[in-house]
């Protein structure tokens, strides 16, 4: 158990680590959900029957909404503001897809337009099934969010698998579904490692659906193990994600962007542009600028009033993030600032926001993800040339453009190849609009309506009306 008094922590136990025995069992109480009185409970329930549920975990959220910030940043490192803005955003969430799970019951039998009166057609959409849910550390409780509401909203049945690294949150979630009455087997929380757990869970089959949100390599092994069972999968995979920074801006506004796009969540964010392309004709009165906002980031323990940038998630994580800058030294680049453990903070995980320099195109920390608050920079002198440097990668998630000539920012989100792009911002976020991206960055999209049709299958039913007979063969009656 872990207990929370006032800003004192007490730890006590462990966290589960679920067997494939526990995989069997979590899948078959989810088709029990999804069968019981026919269906009736859950998945051939009205989607206003569902939006209710959705809207108690919505309220439920909302009343521990300040013990729940404080376990998300306990767990994995981010300042207690941003986790409990988090929190509003996992209670928006399911308040969102309660609205379209009512919606749902109006679009049921939509007709569509035939070219033969004889003929009537409409389309049920209907729950997929069992899904596997398997998503991140980084935003524990939000990115479960993003796949449980919809899942939900859609009538399936769900099996959540979160990280090894910060699961308590979404245990805290399945405390909540049970105070609110939802129907048990309806979701399943499995805590565990990858290959006892998410593995088994990606190849069962009867997973009717995976979706991950992790690492490429990781989301690649799901692919394949999906592909064995032909089921479909959506993935939200890794970025390096690019912001270019045009001469024409304000500098002190595109600096903070660019700080934020790159070190919130104290750089830990598969979007984060962390990538920065700026105009050479500022680029030194940008950078100086920069630094300037950079060394400013309150770097704390998470729950220190003001704390912008906290640990990173592990040790594993940060000997990651510091091999990644020393490498980017020894080939030759330039750490403009930080790249170390800060002078005040003898323990924990913490690396300073870095900064660098002198980097060429094929140097390991432009083109690899580094997931920690490190930026990496070149210059360009045409909008070509800024476009072929934010395009040179394999990966496609996110970009963003800075500039006061909005005719210049509508062309250049047009040429860029990511499935999400902000103009004069940088990481906004809203579950309204679809998330996702090309390239190894994955495919599929979540939030939005585009969230819930992941979930959804669509089926053609279509009647002969005529009272003529088909004609197509002689009637034996006429021979």
């Known amino acids: ?195 006892e757990a998410g593995a088994p869970l990606a190849s069962h089959p009867n997973v009717d659906k995976i979706a991950f949100t992790g690492s490429t390599a990781t989301g690649s092994r799901i692919m ?5 069972m032909v089921k479909p999968v959506s993935l939200e995979l890794g970025g390096k994600s690019p912001i270019i920074v045009f001469e024409d801006v304000d500098l002190d506004k595109a600096a903070e962007w660019t700080v934020f796009g790159c070190f919130w969540t104290n750089g830990q964010i598969c979007s984060a542009t962390s990538r920065l392309i700026v105009h050479e004709s500022i680029a030194k009165e940008f950078l100086d600028r920069l630094v300037k906002w950079t060394k400013n980031i309150k770097i704390s323990d998470p729950f220190e009033e003001g704390c912008r940038l906290g640990p990173v998630v592990s040790g594993g994580q940060y000997e990651k993030v510091l091999k990644f800058i020393s490498t980017a030294k020894s080939e030759g680049a330039t750490i403009l600032c930080g790249g170390v453990r800060p002078e005040h903070l003898k323990k924990g995980f913490f690396v300073e926001p870095t900064i660098i320099t002198d980097v060429t195109t094929s140097m390991q920390i432009w083109r690899e993800e580094v997931f920690g608050p490190v930026l990496c920079v070149k210059t360009f002198s045409t909008e070509e040339e800024a476009l072929e440097l934010a395009n040179d990668t394999p990966y496609g998630l996110g970009a963003a453009v800075i500039s006061n000539d909005l005719e210049r920012c509508d062309r250049v989100s047009k040429a860029l190849q990511a499935g999400i792009v902000w103009i004069n911002c940088s990481q906004p976020c809203f579950c309204q609009a679809p998330w996702g991206g090309n390239k190894r960055s994955g495919f599929g999209r979540e939030l939005g309506e585009w969230g819930l049709d992941n979930y959804l299958s669509v089926k053609q039913v279509t009647q002969y009306v005529s009272d003529e007979p088909w004609g197509w063969y002689c009637s034996p009656s006429k021979l």
Not at 121 to 134: A, C, D, N, Q, R
Not at 159 to 171: D, F, M, Q, R, V
Not at 224 to 228: G, H, Y
């Open 1 to 195: 158990m872990l207990k929370i008094l006032g800003f004192h922590v007490f730890f006590s136990g462990d966290i589960p680590a679920a067997t494939t025995e526990d995989v069997e069992l979590a899948v078959a109480a989810a088709r029990r959900a999804l069968s019981r009185n026919k269906g009736k409970d859950w998945a051939s329930a009205s989607g206003a029957v569902r939006a209710k549920y959705l809207r108690a975990i919505a309220v439920k959220i909302t009343e521990r909404k300040s013990e729940l910030a404080k376990l998300e940043a306990i767990d994995c490192g981010k300042p207690l503001d941003e986790a409990a803005w988090d929190i509003d955003d996992v209670a928006g969430c399911f308040e969102y897809y309660a609205d379209l799970a009512e919606g749902l019951d109006a679009k049921q039998k939509a007709l569509v337009s035939l070219p033969m009166e004889t003929f009537k057609s409409y389309v049920l959409k209907e729950p997929i099934g069992v899904v596997g849910l398997i998503t991140p550390w980084n935003y524990p409780l939000l990115m479960a969010a993003w796949k449980v509401a919809p899942a939900l909203a859609a009538g399936c049945a769900a099996i959540l698998k979160p990280s090894e690294l910060a699961s308590i949150t979404c245990l805290e979630l399945a405390e909540v579904c049970r105070e609110v009455g939802l129907p048990p087997g309806v979701l399943n929380i499995l805590t565990g490692l990858g290959p």
């Open 224 to 228: 394949t193990a999906a592909a064995q």
